[in-house]
């Protein structure tokens, strides 16, 4: 069983179509190369609604109401032949307006699809070569409702649902979004802003550990792509080596394709916990297969029969227990955009990040979840062809509080972070902030401040769970520390020496030592070392009496990314050299004296026991 390596890639394409010498279409996600971006062509049809029919054979017209007057949009037209294969299918617009195209002189029908409403076909009619003709469509009313449905009333899981019982209104109904969704993708239209996320979780907590967010805007023929179907059913959905992990994820079209179909079976399920108000149409990899697949589920609304979101875990996956255990899966979410189109708005995928244990019993080297991986995107916005804005996205929860001051008063200008992330707010004239766009997870919250800055102090991180499905903020509020309390507290986390940092002749009585590094534009200098070293005095036995040996012991540390020090349990009323340095090329990191000066060396003296000295430092110029 191979253990995976560190190298995880998720292989998902966040509408990007990359090249690959065995597909010229699209290069399978987790290989990189060269690719190329093209702006779709939006052909816009006028003259009494539609143009002159294309070369060939068309069908225009209306779908309407049944009051046979008011047109109705949204609805996916498709032209199907009397075998009832498909063979041309488009949105109709607002007014009810469509046109599609026949590759041939035949027989041909309409089939008008509207979710939450039944099926609409129209007679068969005759379509000549080279012609275009004017068929209308009176949609039907009868609404499909998925209220009442029994999850449990069909036990057996069944292939191909269109087969199935009840089963089969759930499946229509989520077959109708997700092939608008792969229409929408087809012929993209649109231009989407995305964000992309990767974030890490300590695996017990799901704490997170750190974050990454970037932000791409561009003429993406859809926000989210996956690998042709064939490739996933037959080549599986993960691929597990020692040297990397490579995860894929369905879309649209993988969902609607036949090779999907015919292995995976479906059935019906609910969760009044997770997912009060769906219905879910349940789907596992049919007996016998062996290959990485993906089960998961369908939630449908159940007074809609929209399509909300799609929840999926790997199966046959070959890796330890203690990594199956980390819940290896993902969650795409669906939106209607206001005509008809539909996207995937949002997806997620957990990956486990693999280390090197012992066995406790053996002794042997064994696989342990070191962390969770968490890679995703979500549309920020969405930009048809004329540059008008038809979606902006609520990018998830957040969280709010406040901060006070000592005197009980709001803390202004205080930066609020999670730690190991970007995401941060500063606190208004009342002390308050609100941190937002963020996925249901536990955050580590703490903040800064001017006055705390220079002691390079942090206040302990408060961890705040943000909810999923809910529009209030998670609350957190926080109270500055006195002064006294900084000082008692600076070294809190360092561990005291045995005898003082540095000896000395104060070296039964310690202090701290605080300060800050800039270069020669005034501009902090982050992570640099600073050396601080004190004289220590010994006697030592000699033929000739006592002699006095002198030697030097000190310190290092390094600035935060504020260009702030601060060094514990230094000795107390004898001269420090304190210096910033930098360790030579090959020689040994632990021997201070043979660190390079990148400054003047300079004296300070931190008096009486527990005191504070203060130094700060220029770097030279280069």
């Known amino acids: 069983m191979p253990i995976p390596g560190r190298s995880i890639t998720l292989s998902l394409l966040s509408g990007i ?16 190369t060269r690719y190329s971006l093209f702006p779709p062509l939006l052909l816009l049809l ?85 012609a275009t003709i004017t068929q209308n469509l009176i949609a039907a009313v009868q609404a499909i409702t998925l209220e009442g449905l029994e999850a449990g009333g069909e036990r057996k899981c069944t292939v191909r649902p269109e087969e199935g019982l009840a089963v089969t209104r759930v499946w229509d109904e989520a077959r ?16 989407y802003e995305m964000r992309n996320i990767e974030r890490r979780l300590e695996p017990e907590t799901r704490r997170i550990l750190g974050e990454e967010r970037s932000y791409n805007r561009g003429y993406l023929k859809a926000p989210y792509i996956s690998r042709p179907a064939d490739s996933l059913v037959y080549g599986g959905f993960a691929r597990i080596t020692a040297r990397e992990s490579l995860y894929w994820a369905p879309d649209a079209e993988v969902l609607l394709s036949d090779p999907f179909l015919d292995t995976h079976c479906f059935n019906l399920k609910t969760d009044a916990d997770n997912a009060p108000g769906l219905i ?19 939630w449908l609304d159940l007074a809609t029969s929209r399509l909300e979101r799609l929840d999926y875990t790997y199966r046959n996956l070959n890796l330890p227990r203690t990594l199956l255990t980390s819940g290896i899966g993902g969650t795409l979410e669906f939106e209607e955009l206001p005509n008809g189109t539909w996207i995937v708005k949002t997806w997620r995928i957990s990956m486990p990040k693999a280390g090197m244990g012992t066995s406790l019993i053996s002794g042997a080297g064994r696989a342990i979840l070191e962390e969770i991986i968490v890679q995703g995107g979500d549309v920020v916005r969405v930009h048809d062809n004329e540059e008008r804005t038809v979606l902006e996205s609520d990018l998830g929860g957040g969280i709010a509080g406040q901060i006070r001051d000592t005197l009980g008063a709001g803390l202004a200008n205080a930066r609020v972070y999670v730690e190991g992330t970007a995401i941060e707010s500063f606190t208004d004239q009342e002390g308050k902030f609100a941190l937002e766009g963020l996925d249901a997870g536990v955050y580590a919250v703490t903040y800064n401040h001017p006055y705390l800055e220079p002691f390079a102090y942090t206040p302990e991180p408060f961890e705040v769970e943000v909810l999923a499905d809910t529009d209030t903020p998670a609350q957190v509020s926080f109270t500055a520390p006195r002064m006294a309390g900084i000082r008692r507290d600076l070294c809190s986390d360092v561990e005291r020496p045995e005898t003082p940092a540095s000896g000395g002749v104060g070296g039964s009585r310690i202090g701290i030592l605080i300060g800050r590094i800039t270069d020669p534009g005034g501009y902090p200098v982050a992570d640099a070392m600073v050396r601080i070293l004190s004289n ?40 420090l050299d304190v210096a910033v340095v930098e360790v030579p090329e090959g020689a040994d990191p632990t021997n201070l004296s043979e660190m390079e000066l990148l400054t003047r060396e300079q004296s300070v003296m931190v008096g009486g026991d527990g005191g504070l000295g203060i130094l700060d430092l220029q770097t030279r110029s280069n």
């Open 17 to 32: 179509s990359y090249c690959h010498e065995e597909d010229p279409v699209r290069r399978p996600p987790g290989h990189t």
């Open 176 to 191: 109708k979004a997700l092939s608008a969704a792969a229409w929408t993708q087809d012929r993209g239209y649109y231009r």
């Open 280 to 298: 879910g149409l349940a789907f596992e990899p049919v007996s016998g297969r062996r290959l990485p697949d993906i089960g998961g589920t369908l």
């Open 46 to 130: 006028l003259a009494a609604g539609l143009p002159d029919g294309a070369e060939g054979q068309s069908v225009r017209g209306r779908l309407l109401d049944p009051d046979g007057q008011t047109g109705l949009g949204s609805a996916m037209m498709i032209l199907e032949d009397r075998n009832g294969n498909e063979v041309d299918r488009a949105l109709s617009r607002n007014n009810g307006l469509f046109q599609l195209q026949a590759p041939a002189p035949g027989s041909y029908r309409l089939r008008a699809e509207r979710i939450g409403y039944a099926t609409t076909h129209s007679d068969f009619f005759t379509l000549a070569a080279g």
């Open 536 to 575: 220590d005095f010994g006697l030592m036995g000699a033929a000739t009496g006592l002699e006095v040996r002198q030697s030097r012991g000190g310190v290092v540390v390094t600035t935060n990314d504020s260009g702030y020090y601060r060094a514990c349990w230094v000795p107390v009323d004898t001269s």
